[in-house]
């Protein structure tokens, strides 16, 4: 059962991952492909300097809400094929299920089924399942990023920041905070390495712009 619902939880979360917001949004308000404008990724960063606020907040409820879903239901299953309590008798708990749903629904995004597997980055995504299943990371990472953009005025500074932090940030609360153990806290930790790796490695370009000084501070608008 166990490896029954870890696969479910990865299809499932893939799935859902594969509806990006980004190219919903613009393509039903503005009639255009927003991997053709500004820096051709399907984010929020891109969708807010090219069309403004208001598809940008769609957008942003739209990438949150599918990661609160994927991981919602993909622990919702794994509930009712291995009874409520099997993060008890598991090595597999809730929170890694939710990590594992994590890293699906952010290759969904990142390579998206419905739409040629050419997506977004996976940020808001990496934020709504952190949300879901460890908020209390959640309260430190955000704040980290957010005092990273505004000292840098970068989004993708911030975003490359909090993913480098993130594991080290899961493995003390994990810890000390939550208890659960060494084992369980470098399995969690480990989860998030991978999700961590994705989000820094679709900053490639980014971090190319960066080293060239071309790429767009928070606030700029570019068409």
């Given at each position: 059962?166990?490896?029954?619902?870890?696969?479910?939880?990865?299809?499932?979360?893939?799935?859902?991952?594969?509806?990006?917001?980004?190219?919903?949004?613009?393509?039903?308000?503005?009639?255009?492909?927003?991997?053709?404008?500004?820096?051709?990724?399907?984010?929020?960063?891109?969708?807010?300097?090219?069309?403004g606020?208001l598809?940008?907040?769609?957008?942003?409820?739209?990438?949150?809400?599918?990661?609160?879903?994927?991981?919602?239901?993909?622990?919702?299953?794994?509930?009712?094929?291995?009874?409520?309590?099997f993060?008890?008798?598991?090595?597999?708990?809730?929170?890694?299920?939710?990590?594992?749903?994590?890293?699906?629904?952010?290759i969904?995004?990142?390579?998206?089924?419905?739409?040629?597997?050419?997506?977004?980055?996976?940020?808001?995504?990496?934020?709504?399942?952190?949300?879901?299943?460890?908020?209390?990371?959640?309260?430190?990472v955000?704040?980290?990023?957010?005092?990273?953009?505004?000292?840098?005025?970068?989004?993708?500074?911030g975003?490359?920041?909090?993913?480098?932090?993130?594991?080290?940030?899961?493995?003390f609360?994990?810890?000390?905070?939550?208890?659960?153990?060494?084992?369980?806290?470098?399995?969690?930790?480990?989860?998030?390495?991978?999700?961590?790796?994705?989000?820094?490695?679709?900053?490639?370009?980014?971090?190319?712009?960066?080293?060239?000084?071309?790429?767009?501070?928070?606030?700029?608008?570019?068409?």
């Amino acid at each position: 059962m166990l490896t029954l619902s870890i696969i479910i939880t990865a299809v499932l979360s893939y799935l859902l991952g594969s509806c990006n917001s980004a190219i919903i949004v613009v393509r039903l308000l503005k009639h255009e492909d927003i991997r053709e404008h500004g820096s051709k990724n399907a984010g929020l960063t891109n969708t807010y300097r090219c069309y403004g606020k208001l598809p940008a907040l769609l957008t942003l409820i739209g990438d949150l809400g599918k990661g609160v879903v994927a991981a919602f239901l993909s622990i919702q299953i794994c509930r009712m094929l291995m009874g409520s309590d099997f993060q008890d008798i598991h090595f597999i708990d809730e929170k890694a299920i939710g990590y594992i749903s994590g890293i699906f629904s952010i290759i969904g995004h990142i390579f998206p089924l419905y739409y040629g597997f050419k997506g977004g980055k996976g940020v808001l995504v990496s934020c709504s399942i952190l949300l879901v299943i460890d908020p209390v990371t959640f309260c430190i990472v955000i704040p980290f990023f957010i005092i990273v953009v505004a000292a840098t005025k970068y989004v993708s500074v911030g975003s490359i920041s909090a993913a480098a932090a993130y594991p080290v940030i899961t493995f003390f609360v994990h810890f000390f905070y939550y208890d659960v153990g060494i084992e369980r806290a470098l399995l969690h930790t480990g989860l998030v390495v991978v999700t961590s790796a994705l989000l820094i490695y679709m900053h490639k370009a980014n971090i190319e712009r960066l080293k060239n000084g071309t790429e767009n501070k928070f606030g700029s608008k570019k068409k």
